[in-house]
């Protein structure tokens, strides 16, 4: 009696252990998603300044209903300089400049931008918005601590003061930054953004997928159904098992002496980058499918051979439609694993500054996984808000391939 109130209490004691361990497990996981979010969250939306502006035909040299090509060719500085002087005129010429510093210093371009979308506006006085400077904006996000000496913040009173006439006069508005999502990188954390990093890894992961799965598809027929057991069937999978542990940066340098150096493949494109991840991902997915391939009962073969199909026609026609669920989680989890290597990328130049949006895998391009790695190592503090939003998308886009995979095993699986 005495050793099964032991054996009880152990028990419990066990329990409690298991609960602890999930629930401290479950506590660091939660505040890492609670840490990115809330340092990322503010990198989906900009700050930005109401001004008037006058779309002088005169400063601008513009004919009357100017082309696109007009407007692209004309200097909006001389536009830029007059309106602030318009808009400031009682402060004085150096005052002004300190102003001005508030604002993108790209302004021109964002009024260009303006007047290329609406060429009504020549010759009349329009109120836009005009996106603000980083350390403006990082301030009225409260990331940044206003009150600290002025000499240790490149922001002075005077242009503090001017801030704050600008929110007691409701000319400072926080934005959806739509910006994010269109532009390539860039040295200015205002205008910065993914969709550089977004289309590079599309382009890699749509190879990636082209080349491995097929392959791994047919390699895991041959071993699984047609191949005899030998010694060189054995060094096949003992092979195979070992490549699904090596390290990812290996892979890296395999596409760098190989694809790089031997075949002369253009450096730092989509291309090279998805067969590179091809390679790393082709033994998860053999691995799957030949599980799948095994899990399918004997009785379908048998039954299938009973009939009069041939050995291609009981593979290709019974036993594999029964294993693509789990071929195709498999798949799924491997392609999960590859969006998130950032050592092969690195090694065949996947890293570079990239400002324009590929639109084929032959341009030079840039993952997610990259470009987070390039954010984290700039100096402004506008880019570490870039990089926790670029891991939250990164996380999304993880969550969801995972819910994928889950909704179609548990779709397509048959209990036997």
């Given at each position: 009696?005495?050793?099964?109130?032991?054996?009880?209490?152990?028990?419990?004691?066990?329990?409690?252990?298991?609960?602890?361990?999930?629930?401290?497990?479950?506590?660091?996981?939660l505040?890492?998603i609670?840490?990115?979010?809330?340092?990322?969250i503010?990198?989906?939306?900009?700050?930005?300044?109401?001004?008037?502006?006058?779309?002088?035909?005169?400063?601008?040299?513009?004919?009357?209903?100017?082309?696109?090509?007009?407007?692209?060719?004309?200097?909006?500085?001389?536009?830029?300089?007059?309106?602030?002087?318009?808009?400031?005129?009682?402060?004085?010429?150096?005052?002004?400049?300190?102003?001005?510093?508030?604002?993108?210093?790209?302004?021109?371009?964002?009024?260009?931008?303006?007047?290329?979308?609406?060429?009504?506006?020549?010759?009349?006085?329009?109120?836009?918005?005009?996106?603000?400077?980083?350390?403006?904006?990082?301030?009225h996000?409260?990331?940044?601590?206003?009150?600290?000496?002025?000499?240790?913040?490149?922001?002075?009173?005077?242009q503090?003061?001017?801030?704050?006439?600008?929110?007691?006069?409701?000319?400072?508005?926080?934005?959806?930054?739509?910006?994010?999502?269109?532009?390539?990188?860039?040295?200015?954390?205002?205008?910065?953004?993914v969709?550089?990093?977004?289309m590079?890894?599309?382009?890699?992961?749509?190879?990636?997928?082209?080349?491995?799965?097929?392959?791994?598809?047919?390699?895991?027929?041959?071993?699984?159904?047609?191949?005899?057991s030998?010694?060189?069937?054995d060094?096949?999978?003992?092979?195979?098992?070992?490549?699904?542990?090596?390290?990812?940066?290996?892979?890296?340098?395999?596409?760098?002496?190989?694809?790089?150096?031997?075949?002369?493949l253009?450096?730092?494109?989509?291309?090279?980058?998805?067969?590179?991840?091809?390679?790393?991902?082709?033994?998860?997915?053999?691995?799957?499918?030949r599980?799948?391939?095994?899990?399918?009962?004997?009785?379908?073969?048998e039954?299938?051979?009973?009939?009069?199909?041939?050995?291609?026609?009981?593979?290709?026609?019974?036993?594999?439609?029964?294993?693509?669920?789990?071929?195709?989680?498999?798949?799924?989890?491997?392609?999960?694993?590859?969006?998130?290597?950032?050592?092969?990328?690195?090694?065949?130049?996947?890293?570079?500054?990239?400002?324009?949006?590929?639109?084929?895998?032959?341009?030079?391009?840039?993952?997610?996984?990259?470009?987070?790695?390039?954010?984290?190592?700039?100096?402004?503090?506008?880019?570490?808000?870039?990089?926790?939003?670029?891991?939250?998308?990164?996380?999304?886009?993880?969550?969801?391939?995972?819910?994928?995979s889950v909704?179609?095993?548990?779709?397509?699986e048959?209990?036997?």
């Amino acid at each position: 009696m005495t050793n099964l109130i032991k054996r009880k209490k152990a028990e419990r004691r066990f329990q409690l252990y298991g609960i602890f361990a999930v629930s401290l497990s479950l506590l660091f996981v939660l505040t890492l998603i609670v840490n990115i979010f809330s340092s990322g969250i503010g990198g989906f939306y900009k700050t930005s300044f109401l001004m008037e502006i006058h779309f002088d035909q005169k400063l601008l040299k513009l004919e009357d209903n100017p082309s696109s090509e007009q407007i692209e060719d004309a200097s909006f500085r001389k536009l830029i300089s007059y309106n602030f002087k318009e808009n400031f005129s009682q402060y004085s010429k150096d005052e002004i400049k300190q102003i001005k510093k508030l604002f993108y210093r790209k302004i021109d371009k964002e009024t260009q931008s303006y007047l290329l979308k609406n060429p009504q506006y020549l010759n009349q006085k329009v109120e836009l918005l005009f996106t603000a400077s980083t350390d403006i904006d990082q301030i009225h996000k409260g990331n940044f601590n206003r009150n600290i000496p002025e000499k240790q913040r490149s922001i002075n009173n005077f242009q503090l003061g001017i801030y704050d006439q600008f929110i007691e006069t409701g000319k400072v508005k926080k934005v959806f930054n739509k910006r994010y999502f269109t532009s390539g990188d860039s040295r200015d954390p205002e205008s910065a953004g993914v969709a550089s990093s977004v289309m590079g890894s599309v382009f890699t992961i749509l190879i990636c997928f082209l080349l491995s799965f097929p392959i791994a598809i047919f390699a895991s027929i041959y071993l699984e159904e047609f191949a005899k057991s030998g010694k060189v069937t054995d060094l096949i999978e003992i092979n195979i098992n070992n490549l699904a542990a090596v390290p990812s940066i290996i892979f890296g340098l395999l596409g760098l002496g190989i694809l790089l150096n031997f075949f002369g493949l253009p450096r730092s494109t989509s291309l090279v980058g998805g067969m590179v991840l091809s390679f790393m991902t082709l033994p998860t997915i053999i691995v799957a499918c030949r599980s799948s391939l095994r899990a399918v009962p004997p009785s379908i073969r048998e039954g299938a051979l009973a009939l009069g199909a041939t050995k291609n026609q009981v593979v290709f026609h019974h036993v594999l439609p029964l294993a693509m669920p789990g071929t195709l989680t498999g798949t799924i989890i491997g392609l999960a694993r590859a969006v998130g290597e950032t050592a092969p990328l690195l090694m065949i130049g996947m890293v570079a500054f990239i400002m324009n949006v590929p639109s084929t895998p032959l341009e030079p391009a840039v993952g997610m996984p990259a470009q987070i790695y390039l954010w984290s190592e700039s100096a402004e503090r506008g880019f570490i808000e870039k990089t926790s939003s670029a891991i939250i998308l990164l996380l999304i886009f993880l969550i969801v391939v995972n819910f994928v995979s889950v909704y179609f095993r548990k779709k397509y699986e048959k209990k036997w």
